[in-house]
Each structure stands twice: as structure tokens, then as C-alpha cells.
């Protein structure tokens, strides 16, 4: 597994980049910690400003939950993330 210090700017950066759907992700955010498969990443913009948003379907969920995620709102509370690629090798972040 492949670990990475990244700043807040070069996180949402790599996910932008490197997120595609059906790849699998551990994030923590402020208090909230998600697993799950992307189902979606929109790029759309909202309200005149560019978005970035994560649909993603929360692993072993009772009521199989699917959360959104807006990363530009909570950019500024990640703490970590993992990025289990469908091809590729699995990356460790944390934001520095």
C-alpha cells in the first residue's frame, strides 16, 4: 500500500484525479467516517460555482445506505483517506 502526506488542496486533488466509480474509499471527515463503493463523482456546477461530489454506497449498511458527499464543503475537515482502486495499487492519505 502506497502512503501519502498530502495538504488539504493536494487531497481533494488526488481524489479529483484519481476517484473513478466503483472504486472503494475510507474517508474521515470532521466527525464522520464512510466506507463504501463510488456510485458516482459529479463534477457539476451549482449555483455558479464549481462542485465536486461523491455518491458513495456505504459498505455492510442494514439499510444500504448511500451517502453524498460534498468534498469542496468538507474539504477543510478531511483527515484521511484510503483509495482501494479497481486497478491499481491502494493508497493510504492523510492531510497534513
Known amino acids: 500500500m502506497k ?3 498530502l495538504t488539504t488542496k493536494q487531497a481533494v ?3 479529483k484525479e484519481n476517484l473513478k466509480i466503483h472504486d472503494k474509499i475510507e474517508i474521515s471527515y470532521n466527525r464522520i467516517f464512510a466506507e463504501g463503493e463510488v456510485l458516482n463523482v459529479d463534477f457539476s456546477e451549482y449555483f455558479g460555482e464549481p462542485g ?3 455518491l458513495v454506497s456505504l459498505d455492510e449498511s442494514d439499510i444500504g445506505a448511500t451517502i453524498e458527499i460534498d468534498v469542496y464543503e468538507v474539504e477543510e475537515d478531511i483527515i484521511e483517506f484510503v483509495h482501494y482502486p479497481v486497478n ?4 493510504d492519505v492523510t492531510v497534513i
Open 3 to 5: 502512503e501519502l502526506e
Open 88 to 91: 491499481g495499487e491502494d493508497v
Open 52 to 54: 465536486f461530489k461523491l
Open 13 to 15: 486533488k488526488y481524489l
